[in-house]
């Protein structure tokens, strides 16, 4: 029998489990960009419908939107934003009878300050209930230099690992733009990730805990024109055995994040899953299905949207311009897409979660 895990939030030895799992099973699972109630249990009622297990991330605006724009002070709205919704999804995941990770994405330097005030909040709730709040924090160093990108990566490593928790870091830099962090002005190699800064990046933070890493392959945030990206999975390839080499590991000793996965060519992500890619991030592609279920609905039905009671005919649209009717549609747009990303990742029905019947004696 393979690994079963309790059904809820996995952090620390349980999310190990289950991204060597899907590393062992060539499979990998989607992180959906979260920015609201309506955005998070959409990707928990298509993980639950998948039985696949799947990443919930929080970007810096996706946070401060969490907690409302007319927050006055941004700076804590980012945090508290960050908190409330990990503590949603604590809440609500093992109701959905699936394990979930919570993450954070990008943070570049000036959001380090970030970063270590949701550290400040999960080491409170790790006191609280011995479990951490998110499972990994991302810090994206990778427009400084490699010295100090790794060395602020293994002072806030140390913190998160005496909390069970793991850090995602990034080397190269990923095309394309994310909520404003934008990287159109590096020029075509730092595209690519040298193996070398990954050999780095392993003998430097793996004595100090569990980190994954964003490495480039010609990825880019965002939807382009197809032609405009050029995706080299032989790149990870190439990490992982200069890796195994030197360190005489165990094959694919890296944990692998896809960054830009919307868009991205169906092969080039099956390539990836053979070089251990076990976490592919995916936000445009969601945020397009909302808006466009929303508006062939709005299309639809445009008088809802514009009278509360027909001037032509008194009929009442109330039922129509419910929020609810139209969110609704929206949060069954990413479900369909996520039905796609699970199908892409080769997750579906790969669920770690135990069953209701199913005894623990795994
Ligand atoms: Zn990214």
Known sequence: MGTSLKPGVVSGKDYKALLAACKAGGYALPAVNVTGTNTINATLEAAAKNKADVIIQLSNGGAEFYAGKGCPDSFQAKVLGAVSAARHVHLLAEQYGVCVVLHTDHANKKLIPWVEAMIDHGEKFYEQTGKPLFSSHMLDLSEEDIGFNLSECARILKRLN?????????????????????????????????????????????????????????????????????????????????????????????????????????????????????????????????????????????????????????????????????????????????????????????????????????
Not at 170 to 181: H, M, N
Not at 250 to 274: C, M, Q, R, W, Y
Not at 334 to 342: G, N, P, Q, S, Y
Request: aromatic share 8%.
């Open 162 to 362: 005496k909390i069970d928790m793991s850090i995602e870091i990034e080397l190269g830099v990923t095309g394309g733009e994310e909520d404003g962090v934008g990287s159109d002005h590096i020029d075509n190699a730092k595209l690519y990730t040298q193996p070398e800064d990954c050999l780095k990046a392993y003998g430097m933070l793996s004595p100090l805990g569990h980190f994954s890493l964003a490495a480039s392959f010609g990825n880019v945030h965002g939807v382009y024109k197809p032609g405009n990206v050029k995706l080299r999975p032989e790149i990870l390839k190439n990490a992982q055995a200069l890796v195994q080499k030197t360190h005489g590991t165990v094959a694919n000793p890296l944990d692998l994040v896809f960054h830009g996965g919307s868009g991205s060519e169906k092969d080039k992500i099956a390539e990836s899953l053979k070089y251990g890619v076990f976490k592919m991030n995916i936000d445009t592609d969601t945020q397009f299905v909302f808006s466009h279920e929303v508006g062939n609905f709005v299309e639809a039905n445009i008088k809802a949207f514009k009278y509360q009671i027909d001037p032509d005919d008194g009929t009442p649209y109330k039922k129509l311009y419910d929020p609810r009717k139209w969110l609704r549609l929206g949060e069954e747009g990413i479900v369909k897409r996520l039905d796609e990303a699970f199908a892409d990742l080769r997750s579906a029905g790969k669920s770690l979660a135990l069953k209701k019947t199913e005894g623990l004696a795994a």
